[in-house]
């Protein structure tokens, strides 16, 4: 597609279960961030993949965030064990170089 | 790591009026500096750049500057109408190669009155 698409677009789901989001990037774009935006905040940094090197990591808030690029393309951001604190809109950027392009967000809600 | 701090975290204008949103950073190795926008429901949008060897960038109404020396970059909007009403960040590119971490300022919400 001609943009970053992510799925699903809105999530409720029960304190404790696990949820899975999906980003399709830009095609050709080697770089993906995953960042957390909560209600009225800044955009946190969750993690960054960058062609075949191993993943930043560096900005996942605890054990229970994960996330997966598979084939250089798609990725899937998985939290575990959901809890309250988890609700936030969750984007997902690709680059070619510089700045990213960013999809239009995956908002979760944490019953 | 690299810290990015924005302000105003609001800012009303009139239209017509100019606006000026401020960030500093942290991290010298930082070398590349977006500027989004973001409207209700939608991800951030970029609006202009600029990198690190240059002191100043203008894109019709909208123009950024860069004071490598002080850390801070400025982004500006002249002749400002409703539909800028948005929240805008700032946001610093980390790891010294145009591949790395974006890290963002807190945001500004820019209210434009008709």
């Known amino acids: 597609g001609a943009g970053v698409s992510q799925s699903p677009s809105n999530k409720v789901t029960e304190k404790g279960k696990d949820v899975e989001l999906r980003c399709d990037p830009i095609?050709?774009?080697?770089?993906l961030y995953w960042y957390r935006q909560s209600l009225g905040q800044g955009l946190e940094f969750l993690i960054y993949f960058q062609g075949n090197s191993a993943p930043d990591k560096s900005g996942l808030p605890s054990d229970r965030f994960s996330a997966e690029r598979t084939g250089g393309s798609v990725s899937t951001l998985t939290i575990q064990r959901t809890q309250q604190e988890d609700s936030a809109v969750y984007l997902c950027a690709s680059s070619s170089g510089g700045s990213g392009t960013f999809g239009a967000g995956s908002r979760l809600t944490v019953l | 790591g690299e810290n990015v701090e924005q302000h105003p975290s609001t800012l009303s204008v009139q239209e017509g009026d100019s606006a000026v949103i401020k960030c500093t950073y942290s991290d010298s190795a930082s070398n590349y500096f977006p500027w989004y926008k973001q409207e209700l429901g939608k991800g951030p949008q970029l609006i202009i750049d600029i990198r690190s060897n240059v002191g100043e960038k203008k894109d019709q109404r909208i123009a950024v500057t860069l004071n490598k020396t002080a850390k801070h970059f400025s982004l500006h909007i002249t002749e400002t109408q409703p539909e800028d009403s948005a929240v805008y960040f700032c946001?610093?590119?980390?790891?010294?190669?145009?591949?790395?971490?974006?890290?963002f300022g807190q945001g500004t919400i820019l209210t434009v009155h008709p």
């Open positions: 095609s050709g774009h080697t770089a």
């Open positions: 946001a610093a590119l980390t790891g010294g190669t145009s591949y790395g971490k974006l890290t």
